[in-house]
């Protein structure tokens, strides 16, 4: 059997290969054995995103182990939250701004994402002072840049969507997208 990572650059390599001038982005899905989460993650663009999907109780457990009000672990909780990580893999700088960022569900509707820039507005209201765990709201990037945090946007557990990005590189808007996200349920996938 292949491991997984062995089949990932294989799928990029025969994507570089079979369409080398298109552009095109593909979505690598797979799920982890042994939690049984699942990731997604665009490949063959620019701007590399992954998201790993995080159960409520991870999420819930973040906050409070740092002696945040329960109710503060518990509201992150009750969003659609993924691990995210971003990457400049191309030779140039870029910038990404996630408030321009969209989950598009199955009715057709777009929803906007939580930001970095929200959640610390609403924590700052009620006196906390946290903010390390959340993806940066907009970054630039130089060659090699990455970087990583929570993702989040407010969507029903099991939702299932396509996450639509956009980012700038040569002055010009790129975009791209993740296909068949799904939002983690309040339990752990059934092995």
Known sequence: MIPMADMLKLTTLLVVLLFPCSGMAITVNDTDPDSGLARWQSQGHGLSLEL????PDFVR???EARGLPPDLGQEMADYCVFGGIV??????ALSYDMRLWRA???????HEL???????????RRGVHFGWSMMP???????GDWGQGFVTMKLPRGTRFDLEYVWRQHGRKQTARLEGVVCADESPPAK
């Open 52 to 55: 790993i999907q995080l159960l």
């Open 61 to 63: 457990g973040v906050y």
């Open 87 to 92: 990457r400049n893999e191309t030779q140039r």
């Open 104 to 110: 598009r569900t199955a009715d057709g509707q777009r």
């Open 114 to 124: 939580k930001t970095k820039l929200d959640w610390l507005a609403e924590w700052r």
């Open 137 to 143: 709201t907009a970054q630039d990037f130089e060659v």
